[in-house]
T-cell receptor, first 112, second 115 residues
Framework: AQSVTQLDSQVPVFEEAPVELRCNYS??????LFWYVQYPNQGLQLLLK??????LVKGINGFEAEFNKSQTSFHLRKPSVHISDTAEYFC??????????FGGGTRLMVKP | DARVTQTPRHKVTEMGQEVTMRCQPI?????VFWYRQTMMQGLELLAY????????DSGMPKDRFSAEMPDATLATLKIQPSEPRDSAVYFC?????????????FGQGTRLTVV
């Protein structure tokens, strides 16, 4: 069974600093990868997705992620965070025909 | 502005009562998911429908939970009888199926409290 591991449950960072949220998945077959963001009292919103093609994927709000097949990773990055980026971020994987499987989430806390 | 609509947004009920949560998927989406979110367990997939047929509900306690799609515009998740441990936020999501991969568009959730 595939699984998704988000190595950090919380990431505190100062405003305008860069950030990386880590995600590793366990699957030897082709997968599709997603990052979602959840703001307080809201549902999840898609940030970006990797289906095929270029391994560097750009999403909304200045986020990007890089698919690394050899390391089975899909880390999320942003060069300069804002207070408004404070939220919970979920990595998810899916194989064709299967369901989205989410990681445990990483709470990004941006401090002024 | 297409969105997944969930009702009610909040529900407080007494243990033993029946709870029904409703979801209107985005028009044209053929996959529907029900997730439960708690602090302890994170996001758990409860049920997954494709073209209104249940494909996987292995994450759902069968003795008290049931999920149905009476038509393409309505998905329901029912708990009978409810228990305090069912307190959680329940999310519905729908998605188009593109090339076998289905991303999900989430509703705002139903926050259920069973006392």
């Amino acid at each position: 069974a595939q699984s998704v591991t988000q190595l950090d449950s919380q990431v505190p960072v100062f405003e305008e600093a860069p950030v990386e949220l880590r995600c590793n998945y366990s699957s030897s077959v082709s997968v599709y990868l997603f990052w979602y963001v959840q703001y307080p009292n809201q549902g999840l919103q898609l940030l970006l997705k990797y289906l095929s093609g270029s391994t560097l994927v750009k999403g909304i709000n200045g986020f990007e992620a890089e698919f690394n097949k050899s390391q089975t990773s899909f880390h999320l990055r942003k060069p300069s965070v804002h207070i408004s980026d404070t939220a919970e971020y979920f990595c998810a994987v899916i194989r064709a025909g299967n369901m989205l499987t989410f990681g445990g989430g990483t709470r990004l806390m941006v401090k002024p | 502005d297409a969105r997944v609509t969930q009702t009610p947004r909040h529900k407080v009920t007494e243990m033993g009562q029946e709870v029904t949560m409703r979801c209107q998927p985005i028009l044209g989406h053929n996959t529907v998911f029900w997730y439960r979110q708690t602090m302890m367990q994170g996001l758990e997939l409860l049920a997954y429908f494709r073209n209104r047929a249940p494909l996987d509900d292995s994450g759902m306690p069968k003795d008290r939970f049931s999920a149905e799609m009476p038509d393409a515009t309505l998905a329901t998740l029912k708990i009978q009888p409810s228990e305090p441990r069912d307190s959680a936020v329940y999310f519905c999501a729908s998605g188009p199926e593109t090339g076998g991969a289905s991303e999900a568009f989430f509703g705002q959730g139903t926050r259920l409290t069973v006392v």
